[in-house]
C-alpha cells in the first residue's frame, strides 16, 4: 500500500548539520576534530542565567506562559531598545519565539501567502529560502558579492525583475559577516515601506561586530510595516536553551500570536525566566565579542598562508566566507577531503548559495584561540 507524503518536507538539508554529524563520526572514532563549521558560542551562558534558572527550578511552576512570552521578558527587551538604540519598541509589540527559527516561520506565515515572492541574498542563511518553499513562498536568490560588500540594498533590490513582496535582510549576515549601517539600514528599509515590500530584518548577530556598529529597524518611524527578529543564540550565548523575538507592526501582532499559540503554545519557560537576567551580563559578554575578535585576527593572519586569500569582509558575527575558486571548483568535496586529511571541519559554500556556493566555503570562528591557532596550523600543512 502507498501512503500520501506531502511535498513540502522535500527541501535541502541544511548542510552544516550533515557536517557536524560527519564530524561527530569521526570524533566518536577516536579522530582529533576541530569544529570551525557550528555557528554557535563555545562553553557556557553567562553565570547570571544559569543561576536564575536554578533558582526558578527551585522556586516556581514552570507552567505555560503567554504565547508572546511572559510580560518581563518582553518589558526587558523593550528596555535593552531604548538603551542600546534609543528605540521606542513597546512590549505589545514583542513576541518571544522558541528560538530565532521559530520567529522565521511565524513571520513568513503571517506576512505572506503561497505563491508570493520573497527575496533573500544569495549568499544567505539557507533556512530562509528552505522554509519559504516548504510553505510555497517563492525565494528569490539575488545574488550579492564584493561589489555590493556581500549586502542587499536599495539600489540591488530595485533591480530584481518583478514583483517583490518581501525581503530579508541580515546585518550581520550569515556566512559572510558583512553589515550595513545606520544609515544603509535605513535607506533599505524607506525603498521597501515605499514600495510596499515587507522587510524582514534579521538582527540575530547583533552585538558581534568588529570596528562597525549594526543599525536596527526595531522603532524606526520609516519602517511601520517591517518585522526584526533578534535570538539569545549568539550574542546572549544561549544557543540550546531555544529562545530568541521578534519585534512586530500592528498588522501583524494579533495574526502572529494566533499562530504562535496553535503552533508552539508557549516558548520555554525556564529559559524566559534565565533570558531576562543576560541583559545583565554585558561585561561577560562583550569579553567574549574580544575573544572572537583576537580569533577572526587570527584567521586572517594565518589563512592566506594556505591558500585561503579571498574573503569578504568580516565586519560582525564570527564567520569568514571564502573564494575557493582557484582551489576547487567542488565545495562539498573539498571541505569532505578537508576534514579527512586534516581534522578541520568547515561548511562548503553549497548550503548558502545554490547556484555559486560550488565555489566558496565558510569558517566559524566562535571556538577557542588555541583551535584557531592549530587548525590555521594544520591547513598551511596540507596546502603545501
Given at each position: 500500500m502507498t501512503f500520501k507524503a506531502a511535498e513540502r518536507g522535500a527541501i535541502s538539508p541544511f548542510i552544516v548539520m550533515d557536517v557536524m554529524r560527519e564530524a561527530a563520526r569521526r570524533q566518536a572514532e577516536g579522530a582529533d576534530v576541530i569544529h570551525l563549521e557550528v555557528g554557535q558560542p563555545s562553553g557556557q551562558a553567562p553565570a547570571r542565567v544559569r543561576e536564575a534558572a536554578a533558582r526558578a527550578l527551585v522556586e516556581q511552576p514552570l507552567g505555560y506562559t503567554l504565547a508572546l512570552g511572559t510580560d518581563g521578558?518582553?518589558?526587558r527587551i523593550s528596555r535593552h531598545y531604548r538603551e542600546s538604540y534609543g528605540a521606542d519598541v513597546a512590549p505589545e509589540r514583542i513576541c518571544v519565539t522558541t528560538g530565532s527559527?521559530?520567529?522565521?516561520?511565524?513571520?513568513?506565515?503571517?506576512a505572506f501567502a503561497p505563491g508570493d515572492r520573497v527575496a533573500v541574498a544569495a549568499p544567505g542563511y539557507p533556512a530562509y529560502r528552505n522554509i519559504l518553499k516548504a510553505l510555497d513562498?517563492?525565494?528569490?536568490?539575488?545574488?550579492?558579492?564584493?561589489d555590493s560588500r556581500w549586502q542587499l540594498s536599495a539600489e540591488v533590490l530595485a533591480g530584481v525583475p518583478g514583483r517583490l513582496d518581501g525581503?530579508?535582510?541580515?546585518?550581520?549576515s550569515n556566512p559572510t559577516g558583512s553589515m550595513l549601517d545606520a544609515a544603509q539600514v535605513a535607506a533599505?528599509?524607506?525603498?521597501?515601506?515605499?514600495?510596499?515590500?515587507?522587510?524582514?530584518?534579521?538582527?540575530?548577530y547583533h552585538g558581534i561586530s568588529y570596528g562597525r556598529t549594526a543599525g536596527t529597524v526595531a522603532g524606526m518611524a520609516a519602517a511601520p510595516h517591517a518585522v526584526v527578529i533578534n535570538s539569545f543564540s549568539k550574542y546572549y550565548a544561549m544557543t540550546g536553551w531555544r529562545l530568541g523575538w521578534m519585534v512586530l507592526p500592528d498588522d501583524l501582532t494579533r495574526s502572529v500570536e494566533c499562530l504562535a499559540q496553535n503552533l508552539f503554545i508557549s516558548p520555554p519557560t525556564l529559559s524566559q525566566i534565565a533570558a531576562e537576567a543576560v541583559f545583565d551580563c554585558t561585561e561577560e559578554l562583550d569579553a567574549r565579542v574580544a575573544a572572537y575578535g583576537a580569533n577572526r585576527d587570527i584567521l586572517l593572519n594565518e589563512l592566506p598562508g594556505a591558500g585561503f586569500d579571498r574573503l569578504a569582509?568580516?565586519?560582525?558575527?564570527?564567520?569568514?566566507?571564502?573564494?575557493?575558486?582557484?582551489?576547487?571548483?567542488?565545495?562539498?568535496?573539498?571541505?569532505?577531503?578537508?576534514?579527512?586529511?586534516?581534522?578541520?571541519?568547515?561548511?562548503?559554500?553549497?548550503?548558502?548559495?545554490?547556484?555559486?556556493?560550488?565555489?566558496t566555503m565558510?569558517?566559524?570562528?566562535?571556538?577557542?584561540?588555541?583551535?584557531?591557532?592549530?587548525?590555521?596550523?594544520?591547513?598551511?600543512?596540507?596546502?603545501?
Open positions: 521578558l518582553r518589558q527559527s521559530a520567529g522565521f516561520l511565524l513571520s513568513f506565515l503571517a513562498i517563492e525565494c528569490i536568490n539575488v545574488p550579492v558579492g564584493a525581503v530579508v535582510v541580515a546585518s550581520p533599505l528599509a524607506a525603498w521597501c515601506e515605499g514600495n510596499g515590500v515587507r522587510l524582514i530584518s534579521d538582527e540575530i569582509p568580516p565586519d560582525g558575527a564570527f564567520y569568514l566566507y571564502a573564494d575557493i575558486s582557484h582551489l576547487t571548483g567542488n565545495s562539498a568535496e573539498f571541505c569532505r577531503r578537508m576534514l579527512a586529511e586534516t581534522g578541520v571541519a568547515a561548511t562548503p559554500g553549497v548550503d548558502f548559495d545554490p547556484v555559486d556556493g560550488h565555489r565558510r569558517f566559524s570562528y566562535a571556538g577557542s584561540a588555541a583551535d584557531m591557532t592549530e587548525a590555521t596550523r594544520r591547513l598551511r600543512a596540507w596546502r603545501k
